[in-house]
């Protein structure tokens, strides 16, 4: 999966391409200084060049990952209809994560990274 997120997109299904399209869009408009790259060998999103976020598919799922397991931690009150483990974020296709929730999510990232990096 070594490839980064626009790549990754034209491997999806329509439906899937959908979805990233707007993950994409949020990210954006959260973070209008983000870029495109890979970590840990997934496509992900960079923020000053630490990776901020990254969403892949899975089998059963879609999987958010914002490396971070405090930030899955502080957002748990919210994340109670989305499977969670310590570093990741578990949707489905007909249960999408509220943009509220992901444009929460990548601000309190943005702000962990902008506190490592002081």
């Known amino acids: 999966m070594n490839q980064p997120f626009d790549e990754y997109i034209t491997t999806l299904t ?12 949020i990210v954006e408009s959260v973070v209008p200084t983000v870029a495109q790259g890979v970590s840990y060998a997934l496509p ?17 799922f879609i999987s958010l990952y914002p490396f971070s ?3 899955i931690d ?7 209809a989305f499977e969670t483990t310590s570093g990741s974020i578990h949707f489905k296709l007909d249960n999408l994560l509220p943009q509220a929730i992901l444009e929460d999510l990548l601000t309190a990232r943005t702000r962990e990274i902008d506190k490592s990096l002081a």
């Open 44 to 60: 992900a999103f960079l923020y000053k060049g630490q990776p901020l976020l990254s969403c892949v598919v899975r089998k059963k």
């Open 14 to 25: 329509s439906d899937e391409q959908d979805e990233f399209r707007r993950i994409k869009r």
């Open 69 to 71: 397991g405090k930030v």
């Open 74 to 80: 502080n957002l748990a009150s919210q994340l109670t």
